[in-house]
């Protein structure tokens, strides 16, 4: 049997209103940014606050080390990852946020989204990654 044009993956670019609904959507991303060894990705939880990611991390993890600024004030170079995929059905969604990220100080954290962390122990370390981009891809049945 011929396969039917309907079954046929599509893929679709997503607009940036869709891409912050859908990572509005969820609570485990991924940070990706150089530690010094080269690109390395680092799984987190997250919430959504405008066009920034919220994210905490411990303070003695190789996160915080890598992305605190030299510089007051500054922001390091960053992107934020979040899927979904269906396996069996071939069909997902992928958004990519990239922008800086920098610390929160401690006024921030009290006016920021609130993220609760899954992991145990202290993750007093928060950081806002701010969109200069955001881009996404849906694969869905035609």
Not at 23 to 51: H, K, Q, S
Not at 121 to 131: K, Y
Request: some cysteine; overall charge negative.
């Amino acid at each position: 049997m011929a396969p039917n044009s309907s079954d046929e993956p599509v893929l679709e670019e997503l607009d940036r209103a869709e891409c912050m609904k859908l990572l509005a959507g969820g609570t485990i991303g991924r940070v990706a940014f150089d530690d010094g060894e080269g690109p390395t990705v680092v799984p987190v939880n997250y919430a959504v606050e405008g066009d920034s990611v919220i994210f905490r991390t411990s303070a003695s993890g190789r996160l915080n080390r890598n992305l605190l600024s030299a510089v007051t004030g500054g922001e390091v170079r960053a992107a934020f990852e979040v899927d979904r995929f269906e396996e069996a059905h071939h069909e997902g969604w992928s958004v990519l946020l990239r922008g800086g990220a920098h610390p929160l100080s401690e006024a921030e954290k009290a006016e920021v989204a609130q993220v609760r962390p899954w992991p145990g122990g202290d993750r007093e370390a928060w950081f806002r990654l701010a969109a200069s981009s955001v881009t996404g891809r849906r694969l869905r049945r035609g």
